[in-house]
Every structure is written in structure tokens, then in C-alpha cells.
């Protein structure tokens, strides 16, 4: 007879690959940490992440577009309910900068403060609870996507080497097809836009809804 006090092997085998599928947001958090931490001290060129995070919440375009429904606009049910948890239960690391609570869907500013004290106290060994590790990813997640595919959007050296290549045709045979001079036309005006790869979050952009 089976012991049902007692569940045999294949029952532990479940349980244990149940355990082994759970996502470890904390670390998927740090490693997108590591890309989001590269790319602000690049555009603010500072020496400190205490500078640099003062200077985030200086460039204020990108948060506008978010306030305006222009762009991120799937963060803003992570940010309502990221604001209801810490209306709740206010976040751990209350510091000097930020008292551990988002005033609203549009407090951009203590997110930038929340994703930095979810960062301090994993590296520092402090236990995260998943609900705000998963909170920080996936709303950091969301603003790295859009940063990422802006600067991915920039006119970089391969569109240049492009554009000097099609331009030196175009002087040596002036009668190219219109498919070449669309491809040489498309590729300046790509060249006139394009903001500065590390001013893209300070670019304005189109509403799209």
C-alpha cells in the first residue's frame, strides 16, 4: 500500500523541476542592470552612479513622451502597480533621495531611484523579494528595449561607408536608377534626422496611438 505521507521518488523528481523553472529575477535584473548602468555612464560621463542618477533625472524628454502616451507605453501598468505595492508596503531601502514609494503611474524619477536600491541591495547581498526583483526587470526591461532600438535606429559607420559609396557612383554616373537614388536619398535623410546615439532618450519623438 501506498503511503501517501510519504510521496515517492517521482513526486520529489516533480518537485525539484518545478523549483529548477522558476526565474531568478534578481539575477536576470542585475545582468539588464550591467547593459542599463553601461549606457548611463556613457551619456552622462560620470565617474559615480550617485552623479550619474542625478543626471538621469535631469533628461526629461524621453519621460515626458512617457506622460504623453508617446512612447513606453507598455510600462505604465507596471508603473500603477508598482505604485500600489509601495503605497502598501513602501520599498526597504528608504534613502536619503527617495522615501521608497512611486507617487503615481508617472513618478519616473523613483522608479530611476527604485531600479538603483533593487541594484545596491543584490549586490549587496540583501534578500529582494521576487514580486519587487520582477517589478524591476520588467520595467527596466521596457526602457532598455526602447533605448536599445533608438540607438539601433541611429545613422551609425556602416549607413556612412553606405552613403560615401553611393555618393562617389553618383558623381561618377549621374543617370543611376531611381531605386538607387530613392536607396542614396532614403540614407541622407537618415543622416539629417538621426539624433546622436547617446542623445537618444532626449529625442523627441511622434505620438503613435
Known sequence: ??????????AQE??????????DYSLH???????????????TQTSTDRQAIALLKKRFIIWDDYRQGATLQALTPYMRRLT???HQKPFPSITLY???????AHDWRSLIEFWYQVRC?????????????????ETLNVFMAEIIERMQACFNSDDFHKLEELSSLADADPER??????????????????????QVDMHRVENST
Open 14 to 23: 516533480i518537485f525539484h523541476l518545478y523549483q529548477q523553472a522558476q526565474i
Open 177 to 198: 536608377s531611381y531605386r538607387f537614388r530613392k536607396l542614396q536619398h532614403k540614407l541622407y535623410q537618415k543622416y539629417i534626422a538621426s539624433p546622436d546615439i547617446w
Open 98 to 104: 527617495w522615501d521608497g514609494e512611486l507617487q503615481d
Open 84 to 86: 500600489e505595492l509601495t
Open 29 to 43: 535584473f542585475l545582468r539588464l542592470y550591467i547593459t542599463y548602468n553601461a549606457w548611463y555612464r556613457r551619456v
Open 121 to 137: 541591495l543584490i549586490v549587496h547581498g540583501s534578500e529582494v523579494s521576487t514580486k519587487y526583483a520582477w517589478f524591476a526587470y
Open 1 to 10: 500500500m501506498t503511503n501517501l505521507h510519504a510521496p515517492p521518488n517521482e
